[in-house]
């Protein structure tokens, strides 16, 4: 249409580029169901929302660094029904990230914990919360890398930032110092500021030994723990039971 092209440099230069994509669309759609101007240019409005809005969720993904795959519509729930499916979805609320509550998500080695907390960071990004995801272990030596060249705190600022802490694998390896401090730190800092969702092959009740001092392991663990939700998954390995599979 000769007027919507009469429009476009004037949308460019304002970078309505969502406008710009369905104009043409809009357009036909106001004449042939007779909208009226207010009507046409709330559609349009609508649509240049809805493009910011999937914008800005593309650039939190890809800040998070979680796996773009593990999503909840992805999460196969039937390997394994003793995992609390009502639990999971009531997370996916992120209720949890407006309270600044921790959760805390246990279970033997490839039952889902991994994919479980990629897909509540994706629940929480599509909300509009910042999330980052990290192995917990490389998380510490990053922290740690900042003491050589003065960058510790700006580091540290890293996993302080977001809405939501995504440490995964918490536990595979005991920590030596000075990581039961820098991982104090983090749970210390974020305490009742943000929320930390955590997953580990070991129990809650094993987590003490990992640290190295008795005293942080207590003061931060009753942090970690103070009103968070647990969801501990049982069963079999979900990649050993896909290898069986004649």
Same mark, same amino acid.
Request: hydrophobic share 35%.
């Given at each position: 249409?000769e007027? @919507? ?9 304002l970078r309505l580029?969502? &406008?710009?994509?369905?104009?043409d669309v ?9 909208w009226?101007?207010?009507?046409f240019?709330?559609? /349009?409005l609508e ?9 800005q969720?593309q650039?939190?993904v890809?800040r998070?660094?979680a @796996?773009?795959t593990?999503?909840l519509e992805?999460?196969d729930?039937t390997?394994n029904p003793? &995992? @609390?499916?009502?639990q999971v979805l009531q997370?996916?609320?992120?209720e949890f &990230?407006?309270?600044?509550? @921790?959760?805390l ?9 991994s ?6 960071a ?7 919360? !910042?999330? /980052?995801?990290v192995?917990?272990?490389?998380m ?5 890398g900042?003491r050589? %060249? ?9 996993y302080?930032?977001p809405?939501?802490?995504v440490?995964? !694998? ?5 920590l ?5 401090? !820098?991982?104090y %730190?983090?749970?210390d800092?974020?305490?009742e500021?943000?929320?930390? /969702?955590?997953?580990?092959n070991?129990a ?5 030994? &990992?640290?190295a %001092?008795p005293?942080l392991?207590?003061a931060? /663990?009753d942090r970690?723990g103070d009103?968070?939700e647990v ?6 390995s979900?990649?050993?039971q896909s290898?069986?599979?004649p």
């Amino acid at each position: 249409m000769e007027m @919507n092209h009469q429009l476009t440099p004037y949308l460019t230069k304002l970078r309505l580029s969502g &406008i710009l994509q369905t104009l043409d669309v809009r357009s036909r759609q106001a004449i042939e169901a007779q909208w009226s101007y207010t009507e046409f240019l709330a559609r /349009l409005l609508e649509d240049e929302v809805e493009r910011r809005a999937q914008k800005q969720l593309q650039l939190r993904v890809r800040r998070s660094t979680a @796996n773009s795959t593990k999503t909840l519509e992805t999460f196969d729930f039937t390997f394994n029904p003793a &995992i @609390n499916r009502q639990q999971v979805l009531q997370l996916a609320t992120c209720e949890f &990230i407006r309270q600044r509550r @921790n959760v805390l998500i246990c279970g033997p080695t490839g039952t889902g914990k991994s994919h479980l907390g990629q897909a509540l960071a994706h629940e929480a990004m599509r909300q509009g919360f !910042d999330v /980052l995801f990290v192995n917990a272990h490389k998380m510490l030596q990053h922290i740690h890398g900042g003491r050589a %060249d003065g960058s510790y705190e700006r580091r540290q600022q890293t996993y302080l930032r977001p809405d939501l802490l995504v440490l995964d !694998d918490f536990g595979l390896k005991l920590l030596q110092p000075p990581a039961p401090s !820098d991982l104090y %730190d983090i749970i210390d800092s974020r305490y009742e500021q943000g929320s930390i /969702l955590l997953t580990s092959n070991r129990a809650p009740g094993e987590w003490p030994e &990992i640290f190295a %001092d008795p005293l942080l392991a207590s003061a931060g /663990l009753d942090r970690l723990g103070d009103r968070a939700e647990v969801l501990v998954i049982t069963g079999t390995s979900y990649r050993s039971q896909s290898r069986l599979k004649p």
